[in-house]
């Protein structure tokens, strides 16, 4: 069958970075002449955009590339790509494994994709995982939503977590200049959205790979200069930015979030653990105690902010006693959310060849320990809302209630109310919380 436009399919793993690489892609794709199609099926290019952080998240990829990897057998022309942390992490190696696929693209290398692709037309078959600088983008990114974008502003991590793949699939720390940076988010203000998160995952650490020094030897480029330089582009109501790392992150920026009337009160802050000897074996760099003064110094400032984390169960290691550490963290900050995780051995990380690793069933059942805790404090949180008067920025319709729309508070949480989408997308509503849940809201307009 000929098209007028050949169509393309990306499915994405992973976290808001790889989110905001995949629709930088589609952008580019579309520039090519591409068309989106939701079914996978029907399309000529599919794009698998990888993530690695733990081993059931890389073996998702496989599954969903053996049946595409059947189908080009019978259609030579569909194209077929990996890119992401797996192609990353296994570069030549997915080629023998899976020898249908045409291109296998690290992230540093996302908007390359057009010239890869060129490659590929001329009959090659591409991996593209060499480390480079990455250039900007001038394709305009095909965003999920019209509302919120994501706005990537240091790629890479120069941390080195025993656990941790991050560093090596997407390289050393690369921060954009703060006038690029503005530039993107002036153009998604005459777009208009609303909110942006800006992007990092150790955003703390934006701009010390800039040039420039202040006179006390502060780099002249930190997150918090970035978020006063960027407050005002018109338009936008709303900041937030992730991930914050505990190791770094100062008053200042505090003060610079109750300064700043977009920037919303939220901060993820992760903290892996609430034991200082396997935080000493993670090579986090702080203790709980200080974790517990940076949530303490927050809370001084603005009482009322969200917070929210990561934590790690049954690290290599782990005694009951200290995994109770970690609950005894959970129970006494009251995380809005958290996401917990079982420790997965990753290849490549240092955690991963210890002998001291955790079974599977005592892992497992610390996970649901801690969770069955995350959803308690989690309520509570959310009790504090019944009653309240909440600013909601409204994204979409309620996908199980058409007469709903949803948006979030200013701290995150995710709400419900009656409502028009056509009418409200987009809008600030006030809205009076009438119901709780552990992690969303009802109100009434
Ligand atoms: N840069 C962020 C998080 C990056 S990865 C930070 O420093 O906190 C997102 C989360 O995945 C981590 O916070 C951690 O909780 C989890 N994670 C990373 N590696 C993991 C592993 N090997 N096993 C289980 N969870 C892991
Ligand atoms: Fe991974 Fe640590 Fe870097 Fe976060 S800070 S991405 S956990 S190495
Ligand atoms: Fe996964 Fe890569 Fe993000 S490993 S969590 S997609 S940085």
Redesign the pocket.
């Known amino acids: 069958m000929t098209r007028s436009h050949p169509l393309y399919h990306i499915t994405t793993f992973g976290c808001q970075m790889n989110k905001a690489d995949s629709e930088r892609m589609a952008g580019i794709l579309e520039d090519m002449g591409y068309a989106w199609s939701e079914d996978p099926n029907e399309a000529d290019l599919i794009l698998y955009n990888t993530c690695t952080i733990r081993d059931n998240a890389e073996q998702k990829v496989y599954s969903y590339l053996g049946r595409q990897a059947k189908r080009k057998q019978e259609n030579p022309d569909l194209t077929l790509i990996v890119a992401g942390c797996v192609a990353q992490q296994e570069g030549e190696k997915l080629l023998r494994r899976v020898p249908e696929l045409d291109l296998v693209m690290g992230p540093q290398h996302a908007n390359r994709l057009q010239d890869l692709l060129q490659e590929v037309y001329n009959g090659a078959q591409v991996v593209a995982t060499e480390p480079v600088h990455i250039m900007e983008d001038i394709t305009k990114p095909r965003r999920d939503s019209s509302i919120t974008a994501w706005v990537n502003v240091i790629y890479g991590?120069?941390?080195?977590?025993t656990?941790?793949?991050?560093?090596g699939v997407?390289g050393v720390e690369q921060s954009r200049t703060p006038e690029a940076i503005r530039a993107e988010i002036e153009s998604l203000g005459q777009q208009g959205y609303k909110e942006i998160t800006l992007l990092g995952?150790?955003i703390d650490a934006y701009g010390r790979d800039l040039p420039g020094v202040t006179e006390t030897g502060r780099h002249l480029h930190t997150l918090t200069d970035l978020l006063y330089y960027v407050a005002d582009v018109p338009g936008i109501e709303r900041i937030r930015f992730a991930?914050s790392?505990p190791r770094y992150f100062t008053e200042r920026l505090i003060k610079a979030c109750l300064e700043i009337p977009q920037v919303c009160e939220h901060f993820h802050i992760?903290f892996?653990s609430g034991d200082n000897e396997l935080l000493k074996a993670m090579k986090?760099g702080y203790t709980h105690e200080r974790y517990r003064q940076i949530i303490d110094k927050v809370r001084e400032y603005m009482p009322d902010a969200s917070i929210s984390a990561d934590a790690i169960v049954g690290f290599p290691g782990e005694t009951e006693a200290q995994f109770e550490n970690t609950l005894k963290l959970v129970d006494d900050i009251g995380f809005d959310s958290l996401n917990t995780a079982a420790y997965s051995p990753r290849p490549g990380t240092p955690a991963a060849l210890w002998d001291n690793q955790i079974s599977e069933f005592e892992k497992n059942d610390r996970l649901q320990r801690l969770n069955h805790l995350v959803s308690i404090k989690a309520a509570e949180r959310s009790g504090r809302y019944l009653g309240r008067y909440e600013e909601i920025l409204v994204e979409e319709q309620n996908p199980k209630n058409p007469g709903q729309v949803m948006g979030r508070t200013r701290g995150n949480r995710l709400t419900f109310f009656d409502g028009d989408i056509n009418e409200l997308r987009g809008q600030l509503v006030k809205v009076k919380i009438s119901e709780v849940r552990p992690f969303s809201l009802t109100g009434i307009k």
């Not at 991590?157 to 977590?161: D, G, I, L, P, Y």
């Open positions: 991590c120069n941390e080195r977590c656990y941790c793949v991050v560093p997407r995952q150790n991930t790392h992760p892996q986090r």
